[in-house]
């Protein structure tokens, strides 16, 4: 920027503070500002349109338009110049504005004798607030560095309390903070939670965004850069050989740190009157609004990891700490923009919801979150810059719906709701003890899935029988290296004093497709749910398996062990797996090692194929596990992490419901223990419907175990057997309809 555009520059941001810090208020102090930018740019025209509604811009204040059209002259999202930079977020820059396509004549305001244009977004933080516009009568092209200071005073300007009222946030920015908001995201667990706000990052408060002595800011500036640089230099030695994913994050750090780019810009935007806060933000500003408009997610990645530096950065400029000195509430609801699994186990139990702007359901925090039962919603748009820290959230994990500071209507249906779930598990507590007997005498075995630590106290309080599937690789997605033998040797043992003599089944390590271990070296696949995952990899690489073998027979100590392996696609794999268990046997007996009093070795039916497995297998297998998730996938070529297909068909389709009672039948024949470990086993309807073609043991998530009973324990399987085959006998493509009116007519 040149000199004298700077200090012309500085000279305006001064006049606007002072104007801001004036007595006046509302729309006169407003009036002042399009006067002061026309005066300062030598141009005829300045106008401030604010947004009105999501879809509405209005002319707010104006010098050389008509004065009439003040409050008057309304224009859509996208309509005119005006409206495409508000939709676009981007300056428009015209000589010549109304030779412009898109040009929208506005005859109230008068502009027909102004023929350039210089049109930028007023947005903060990647809110998008309204257009400040300057306009001229003679053909003249802004130069990028009048562009560059009327986004500086479109910046300033967004801090205006006044914009926060016209925009119907009353009074300023401050107050949006105040409104009843609603959010929909998507549900990473289920469940219902009323707290307050706790985030993971509070994010830093710049109150002085405008300075006058720009060398001062520039050496604070530079400044806390060194401090930041140092402080990803030590998080990169600590970090070093663990977490790849991490790592990367932090070396995206250290470029942006050492980005001599980044750094100029902050100078110039200081030069040109911010301060050296104001400056990080104006940068950060203009990344978040970039990352509204990049589809490419390694690029959003990367913006994303621009936004954290820069609240680092501004924690050094301001001083503010990590917490800000603001204590836990006894009622937390997490919020954060994503969280790895384990800042969430240091959590625990204190929280009472979480709420992810980001995150998946299928990510490492949604798998801890889900073993500590904690009501999550995940993919939730704006939550981090709308929550403040204290304020009332409602979490209705079920829905994945956020009620953020709600209305007391809001308030009262919640609570109503959470009222009629705590009386349904007074209920489930009442038949915790009882097994679940059927009205027509069948018995279905009920367990819980599980896979770290803190979901063992769940076996008591859920009533389940034993843990039918333990998720072994949870405890190797949640570290950041590969733990050691004697570590997992100690968990299983502490899993089975847990189990206080209930049999748990251990699945040996099931990892690729969607859970990739942090310190494993990536494998690019191009469909890693078909490719090199769960005992291909153990197979393939028998190191680790051997390894959790011997850990698993120390651990058992003398008890009964129970194994099974995931994603058995032939007899052969089973064969080989076993191989390896008898070869580690033999092994832990020459070192002296006890070896459990008895062993029983089974598989997961995952994949079709195993269902037509030679009759050889089905005689030695000692049990099968049907892996609904992983089976139905594969059944009906519909991805199971792809929202768009995931819920596409029915598990009660009688295609599939017939393809899993062939199965029942080849079981039945052999003798083989048959259980379903899918998410489908913890769906009352669906697992009632298992348990009705002949499945009568189901693994499930501990707070399942409730619901299922209950209805298992009012229902007779065999009349809802001949509803079943009489819907396909009918053609019906979903028993469902079916079964449903025979259950509503039973009540
Ligand atoms: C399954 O596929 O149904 C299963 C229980 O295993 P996971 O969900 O861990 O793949
Ligand atoms: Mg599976």
Redesign the pocket.
Known sequence: MSNSTESESRKLLGRLRDAMASDIEGQARLNKIPHLIADSMECEVCAVYLFRDEETLELCATVGLNPEAVHHTRLRLGEGLVGRVARSGKPINSPDAPAEPGFRYVPETGEEQFRSFLGIPIQRLGEKLGVLVVQSRDTRAFTPDEIYALEVVAMVLAEMTELGAFVGAGDGLAARHQQAVLIRGLTGQEGTAEGHVWLHEPRVVVTNLIADDPAREIGRLNEAVDKLRVSVDEMLAINAGGDQEQLQVLEAYRMFANSKGWLRRMEEDISAGLSAEGAVEKEQSQARARMGQVQDPYLRERLSDLDDLSNRLLRHLTGQCHRNGAELPPDPVLVARNIGPGELLEYGRVLRGIVLEEGSVGSHAAIVARALAIPLVVRAPRIVDEAMNGNQIMVDGDQGIVHLRPEDTVVKAFRDKMAMKAKAQERYRSIRDKPAITLCGARIDLTM?AGLMADLPSLEGSGAEGVG?F?TELQFLVRNKMPKRTELAALYSHVLDAAHGRRVVFRTL?IGSDKVLPYMKPTDEPNPALGWRAIRVGLDKPGVMRMQLQALIRGAGGRPLTIMF?FVAQYEEYRAACAEVDKTIAREKRLGHVLPATLEIGA?L?TPSLAYAPERFFQEVEFLSI?????KQFFFAADRENERVRRRYDTLNVSFLSFLEQIVERCKRSNTPLSF???DAGRPIEALCLAAIGIRALSMRPASIGPVKSLLLRSNLTELRAVMDAARERGDQSVRPAVMDYLRAQV
Do not use: F, K
């Open positions: 899935n599937l998720r099931d995931p997961m995952e892996g609904g998730n992983d089976l470990c899918g998410e």
